[in-house]
């Protein structure tokens, strides 16, 4: 029941930016957009998130559309220890209705190149 | 200093044992999770804590008990294993329910 489709892989070289697209065009006005990513046998690592303005941390990039139905994370200087799964999420409410949760969806499998 | 901590790494079982997996968060966070992910890496969530109380339970069958001594700790409890429960378990924590959430390295559970 994830509310965002992102492509199954995508490859980049190293030392290049490695832009990764988002669809989330169910999204309400005042939901966030949160990136994470899980590196091989590693638990999920928070990146980014954003509502309407870009934002930038020292990891990455956040560009949202206008109209908010999508987003992309920019990982400027790709590197090698960047290759992971990375999860775009907009929180849906759990099950009981009163609280909201992150579901991950399938994500994109970054390959980062020599 | 690890932030969210979680034992043991590894635990492998046989069918029908009761096991636990502790977790615990150093970060001061009011929020506890637990997700499960399984062998096609879904990762999906199970519970969540807030101040000890369970405001999240997804649908996980009985044999699943949370349990929260205080607002740091959150274990897991699973009685009469089942093969299907085989997969990595994650806790996490987060400050509020909104707030970004911080992940333990995973307890990879075998059931034999």
């Known amino acids: 029941d994830a509310k965002t489709t992102q492509p199954p892989s995508m490859d980049c070289a190293e030392g290049r930016a490695a832009n990764l697209p988002c669809n989330h065009s169910?999204?309400?006005?005042?939901?966030?957009v949160y990136w994470y990513r899980q590196i091989h046998s590693q638990g999920p690592q928070y990146i980014i998130h954003?509502?309407?303005n870009n934002e930038t941390n020292e990891m990455a990039s956040l560009i949202i559309t206008e109209d908010r139905k999508s987003s992309t994370l920019i990982l400027p200087h790709a590197t090698l220890r960047d290759t992971a799964v990375y999860y775009c999420?907009?929180?849906?409410?759990?099950?009981?209705?009163?609280?909201?949760?992150?579901?991950f969806g399938k994500g994109t499998l970054l390959t980062v190149n020599p | 200093d690890t932030a969210v901590s979680q034992t043991p790494k590894y635990l492998v079982t046989q069918m029908g044992n009761d096991k636990s997996i502790k977790c615990e968060q150093n970060?001061?966070?009011?929020?506890m999770y637990w997700y499960k992910q399984d062998s096609k890496k879904f990762l999906k969530i199970m519970f969540s804590?807030?101040?000890?109380?369970?405001?999240i339970n997804e649908t996980v069958p009985n044999r699943f008990s949370p349990k929260s001594p205080d607002k740091a700790h959150l274990n897991l409890h699973i009685n009469s294993l089942e093969l299907g429960d085989s997969a990595v378990y994650f806790c996490?924590?987060?400050?509020?329910?909104?707030?970004?959430?911080?992940f333990g390295p995973g307890t990879r559970l075998t059931v034999l």
């Open positions: 996490a924590s987060s400050h509020r329910t909104l707030d970004t959430q911080y």
């Open positions: 169910t999204i309400s006005g005042n939901e966030y």
């Open positions: 954003g509502l309407k």
């Open positions: 999420i907009v929180r849906v409410k759990s099950s009981g209705g009163s609280n909201y949760k992150l579901t």
């Open positions: 970060l001061g966070h009011d929020t």
């Open positions: 804590y807030n101040n000890k109380e369970l405001i």
